[in-house]
């Protein structure tokens, strides 16, 4: 059935950013945060004539330390805190931060979690027991204004105390939240709950204090939400009736995706499907919640896997891959109407790739989002791939590749076949710089914005990576080392930028 077009999204002007997740950020403690290297980045965009920075989800990290995997959804990631402003609050001591040898361009990231979580328990330690601290009335307001953290934190430490079990084998009064249990176990963790509320409260902190110095230099955030939630999540030990859960908790059916482009088995998530009846019975309220704490993190959310929402990839709980598969319908146009209702307008992106069909492309439409482009999709087949420039429609989002491709210069020399291909496409008998040149396409693009990782711009090849889809191990460990971001590069793209009409040109080039 061909879907009525809605318009939930004002018009979004012609714009161009950059894709870089916080961890990939230089800095001294192992990891990238929200301290000195992120306000370093922001400069750099506006240097570069850039009003996006893209990120990918900023929650806490599961499996694999994906930031697509997450035990709270509408929880921050703790090892993004800048340990320095714990410093200048007078939390910790210039001594106690120095860190041991890191990697200067991987993330280590056990090493870095070990030696980085006892710092933030000694200083948030340090602020429940001052009263007077600046930032005692900050705190206890936050914990007012956030309920969810509560349940957040209280699943971390029951979670801790039974060495991270799923908590579907937690003891029954547990697992089924019987009231009088939680309030017991709320006050024997009550040192572990209140820790944990701290370090939410200091990654909203930050996190704000950033979107601000941003948007000083009209730079605004395009984040990421991803379609699933972790079957060993808060969301689902609180929310059970919304997803497909046997009587003890554990998934029936999960999701994944059939065999693509990434993986001849298909992809096995492991996420739990959504019981889309049941929340429709209460007109997609977890939803509306969880897009209203998404919307207080960024300016506008691209959200991952939208086919999801058009029909999903269920796959049985025990498959051991995702060949088994079938197709289940989603909610369609049903939820985003709700959203809108609920929240008003809606700066979303649909992440609209993989195994789509004509059904997706009309929820997309019907919604009046943009779709996404990417440029190394679009070479060594036909002249009418939507991937190709000369295909591309203005309500989309272009990009050279994704944190799920290899870097440009990588896929070039993985990939021979489609050379002629691109220097076809180019006009050029030699393609001498690849990832310029896939640079200077997306700029072109009629596509409303543009964006390039940042390992494109510093023209980095496969070990630069950051995701191998389908990759269990050694995956998101990138990092920038200090002195990557030149003003040469900032002074290339700017070029660009200004030449193809996408520079911020006042006003009107924020979306509304």
């Not at 349940?151 to 084998?169: K, N």
């Not at 991952?304 to 995702?322: E, I, L, Q, T």
């Not at 964006?451 to 090849?461: E, F, H, N, T």
């Not at 040469?488 to 911020?504: I, M, S």
């Amino acid at each position: 059935m061909q879907l009525a077009k809605s318009k939930l999204v004002s018009a979004w002007p012609r714009a161009a950013g950059v894709l870089l997740h916080p961890t990939c950020l230089a800095g001294p403690h192992g990891i990238g945060d929200f301290g000195a290297g992120a306000r370093l980045f922001i400069d750099w965009l506006a240097t570069a004539g850039c009003t996006w920075w893209q990120v990918l989800p900023l929650g806490p990290t599961g499996g694999g330390d994906s930031p697509y995997a997450s035990g709270a959804g509408l929880a921050g990631n703790r090892w993004l805190i800048d340990l320095q402003a714990l410093v200048e609050a007078g939390l910790l001591r210039a001594d106690e931060v120095q860190p041991p040898r890191f990697p200067p361009h991987r993330v280590d990231f056990p090493t870095v979690i070990g030696w980085k979580r006892d710092l933030l328990h000694r200083a948030a330690d340090r602020l429940l027991a001052d009263r007077s601290h600046p930032w005692d009335a900050d705190l206890y307001a936050f914990r007012a204004r956030e309920p969810w953290v509560l349940d957040a934190a209280l699943f971390q430490a029951l979670r801790e105390r039974r060495d991270y079990r799923p908590w579907w084998t937690w003891e029954p009064e547990f697992r089924d939240r019987n009231a009088r249990a939680l309030a017991a176990a709320r006050e024997a963790e009550r040192a572990d709950v209140d820790r944990y509320i701290v370090l939410q409260f200091w990654f909203d902190r930050q996190w704000r204090e950033l979107r601000k110095y941003a948007a000083a230099k009209a730079v605004q955030i395009l984040g990421d939400v991803p379609i699933y939630v972790d079957a060993d999540s808060c969301d689902t030990w609180c929310n059970r009736g919304l997803f497909q859960l046997d009587r003890h908790g554990k998934p029936t059916a999960v999701a994944g995706v059939p065999p693509d482009y990434f993986s001849e088995f298909g992809q096995l998530w492991g996420n739990p499907l959504y019981d889309w009846k049941a929340m429709a019975r209460d007109q997609y309220r977890w939803w509306g919640t969880r897009m209203a704490r998404a919307l207080q993190l960024y300016d506008a959310v691209r959200i991952d896997h939208f086919r999801g929402f058009a029909a999903c990839w269920s796959v049985p709980a025990d498959a051991k891959d995702a060949r088994g598969g079938k197709w289940e319908p989603g909610p369609g146009l049903a939820l985003f109407t709700s959203l809108r209702k609920q929240l008003g307008a809606l700066p979303l992106v649909a992440e609209d790739l993989g195994d789509i069909d004509q059904p997706v492309h009309d929820l997309r439409d019907a919604a009046g989002l943009p779709g996404m482009r990417i440029l190394q999709f679009a070479f060594g087949g036909a002249a009418d791939s939507p991937f190709l420039p000369h295909m591309h429609v203005p309500n989309s989002v272009v990009y050279t590749g994704t944190h799920d491709n290899d870097t440009t210069v990588g896929w070039w020399q993985s990939t021979p076949a489609i050379q002629a291909h691109v220097a076809d496409y180019l006009g050029k008998p030699l393609v001498a710089d690849v990832a310029w040149e896939l640079i200077r396409l997306a700029m072109a693009s009629v596509a409303h914005t543009a964006i390039v990782p940042i390992q494109d711009i510093l023209d980095l090849g496969s070990d630069a990576r950051l995701n191998t889809p389908g990759r269990a191990k050694d995956n998101w460990t990138w990092r920038l080392e200090p002195g990557d971001l030149t003003a040469n590069d900032a002074k290339r793209l700017a070029a660009l930028v200004r030449l193809y009409g996408r520079t911020p040109t006042g006003p009107a080039a924020t979306l509304q």
